[in-house]
T-cell receptor, first 115, second 114 residues
Framework: KNQVEQSPQSLIILEGKNCTLQ??????????LRWYKQDTGRGPVSLTI???SENTKSNGRYTATLDADTKQSSLHITASQLSDSASYIC??????????????WGLGTSLAVNP | NAGVTQTPKFRILKIGQSMTLQCTQD?????MYWYRQDPGMGLKLIYY???????DKGEVPNGYNVSRSTTEDFPLRLELAAPSQTSVYFC?????????????FGEGSRLTVL
């Protein structure tokens, strides 16, 4: 059972257009949610982090939102560029006994930005 | 600043061979991790370390071993390689444990077992 579900699985958009990626999770309790960007052949790089009390966080053209009540997060990319072509991975930090944490990784959304 | 460095980037092994994936970080992070990433699957934690001399199993430790003799280095040992170990391996480090801190990843090591 995957506790972090991302949609769509893949997406193709034209350069300059906006797009929104979705992340639904069932992890509870959780401490924070991160979005990572993974370029082809590279390791993931953190874009944003939000705690359960935050609703939105921006990083340049990337804006992440979080609704802890519905357990949904989205990543909005504005004015897309060719360099935005990558996989975007949602990661939720599950709080466990003894204040231990476990990262639950989504499968990612593969985004292709075409000229 | 180099960050997290992994070697080798690519390797082909025959079934039954052994090898070590090297990982070193220069950020003085206490926490280090090894993940594997298979096509269509999320990252799976193999082993992690909370400091020199301390390691623990993750979700998929079978067939692997690790050691942490220094803060900087966290090698991953594959014994008796099997085709199921064909994957891309990522080493990562963080200032805080797990989800509390951002993970910094290496470039990955692509391993094929034939």
């Amino acid at each position: 059972k995957n506790q972090v579900e991302q949609s769509p699985q893949s997406l193709i958009i034209l350069e300059g257009k906006n797009c929104t990626l979705q992340c639904n999770y069932t992890v509870s309790p959780f401490s924070n949610l991160r979005w990572y960007k993974q370029d082809t052949g590279r390791g993931p790089v953190s874009l944003t982090i939000m705690t359960f009390s935050e609703n939105t966080k921006s990083n340049g053209r990337y804006t992440a939102t979080l609704d802890a009540d519905t357990k949904q997060s989205s990543l909005h990319i504005t004015a897309s560029q060719l360099s935005d072509s990558a996989s975007y991975i949602c990661v939720v930090s599950e709080v466990r006994a003894g204040n231990n944490r476990k990262l639950i990784w989504g499968l990612g959304t593969s985004l292709a930005v075409n000229p | 600043n180099a960050g997290v460095t992994q070697t080798p980037k690519f390797r082909i092994l025959k079934i039954g061979q052994s090898m070590t994936l090297q990982c070193t970080q220069d950020m003085n992070h206490n926490y280090m991790y090894w993940y594997r990433q298979d096509p269509g699957m999320g990252l799976k934690l193999i082993y992690y370390s909370v400091g020199a001399g301390i390691t623990d199993k993750g979700e998929v430790p079978n067939g692997y071993n690790v050691s942490r003799s220094t803060t900087e280095d966290f090698p991953l040992r594959l014994e008796l390689a099997a085709p199921s170990q064909t994957s891309v391996y990522f080493c990562a480090s963080s200032y805080l444990l797990g989800g509390a801190g951002e993970l910094f990843f290496g470039e990955g090591s692509r391993l094929t077992v034939l």
